[in-house]
């Protein structure tokens, strides 16, 4: 049995959001309301102690990711019912979560914490380098920022399908979901870097339309993700494992 | 509902779009020609569903979008080369300046000069 083709993926996608635009596009759009009120949230002015305010501020970032990483999963909720063509009731978009609090905290407390770590090299390396200008600042720092972002994608490759895991197995542990993408992922990390490339022509394309006509693509870019998960379930248990 | 009722929706869409775009590409260019051609390739995309093609309407639509897409960046492009020779010669830019003044008060000069400093 053979691994969908991007564009598989990407017609199952559209078929998936045909009739169903309006409720897809508004949870995109009320994830990025959340992430935009919950990013102007900052910790300037608390502190004069400029160590003490960086550490706030990392803080307050920490917990901003891990607020909006649990929005995430209701975002996961409505493209994996579409994908299997169960209806969506608004009510029930956070269910999971409301019942599964802790476990939700916890796998996005975990991922956070991996991203700051990613992020750790380019915050000490901008604090070393402070003072300098030019290219004595921005070469260091840049190669800080460009290792920090590859080992970013690297964790979002191989966590990519865990809000589905949360939402389709909501008795399983967070342990057990962790492990199960990272082995769901292994040999596919590679179709789920080209499937998020693939939309990036419609992204800069949603640019010209003052960035309005992104949130389509991100619905139909959420859609090709649900469409990979039920691709990947649909590998593991194919008949010769039984 | 019908699947193919909203493919068929869509490509409507786009189509209605792309002439919005292409009418005001061609009338008006500037930001609104690119949303509408860009909403109305997104939804002729996205009509396609998993057919191998496009339906008529998608196509129609897709096809009129990128005219329109183009027109409007020909304009655009046309529109400031123009300015920019106009600003060049010194004869055309007072003239331009004098026209400018007897409708808002202000020199070309002083515009520039807000428009930089708002810039920064």
Not at chain 2, 51 to 71: E, N, S, T
Request: charge should be positive; charged fraction near 15%.
């Amino acid at each position: 049995m053979q691994a969908k083709s991007i564009r598989d993926l990407q017609a199952d996608a559209r078929y998936s959001l045909l009739g169903h635009l309006g409720i897809s596009v508004g949870i995109i759009l009320f994830y990025l309301a959340v992430f935009m009120f919950l990013s102007s949230l900052n910790t300037s002015g608390l502190t004069e102690n400029i160590l003490l305010s960086t550490l706030l501020t990392i803080l307050l970032n920490y917990l901003v990711s891990v607020m909006t990483g649990i929005v995430e999963f209701g975002v996961s909720y409505v493209f994996l019912h579409l994908q299997l063509e169960q209806p969506i009731r608004i009510q029930e978009i956070f269910l999971p979560v409301r019942e599964n609090a802790d476990k939700a905290v916890r796998i996005k407390g975990y991922l956070c914490f991996l991203y700051l770590l990613a992020s750790l090299p380019s915050l000490i390396m901008s604090a070393v380098m402070n003072g300098r200008e030019g290219l004595s600042y921005w070469l260091p720092v840049g190669a800080a920022l460009a290792v920090g972002y590859l080992a970013r994608l690297f964790v979002t490759m191989v966590y990519g399908v865990i809000d589905y895991l949360f939402v389709d197995f909501p008795d399983s542990d967070a342990a057990h979901l962790l492990r199960a993408s990272r082995r769901m992922m292994q040999g596919h990390r590679l179709r789920f870097l080209l499937l998020h490339l693939s939309f990036l022509p419609l992204h800069l394309l949603g640019l010209l339309s003052l960035g309005l006509a992104n949130a389509w693509v991100s619905a139909y870019e959420n859609a090709a993700v649900a469409a990979f998960y039920i691709d990947l379930l649909r590998l593991r248990t194919r008949p010769d494992e039984g | 509902m019908n699947k193919v009722i909203f493919q068929e929706r869509l490509g409507r869409s786009a189509v209605w779009l792309s002439a919005a775009a292409l009418i005001s590409s061609v009338f008006s260019p500037g930001i609104f020609p690119y949303v509408f051609a860009v909403f109305a390739i997104l939804f002729g995309l996205l009509s396609r569903g998993r057919d191998r093609r496009y339906k008529r309407a998608a196509r129609v639509g897709l096809i009129m979008a990128c005219g329109a897409l183009f027109i409007n960046t020909a304009m655009l492009v046309y529109s400031y080369y123009n300015l920019y020779t106009i600003l060049q010669d010194p004869v055309q830019r007072e003239q331009l300046s004098q026209r400018i003044y007897e409708q808002t008060g202000l020199t070309l000069d002083d515009m520039l000069s807000q428009f930089r400093q708002y810039l920064r």
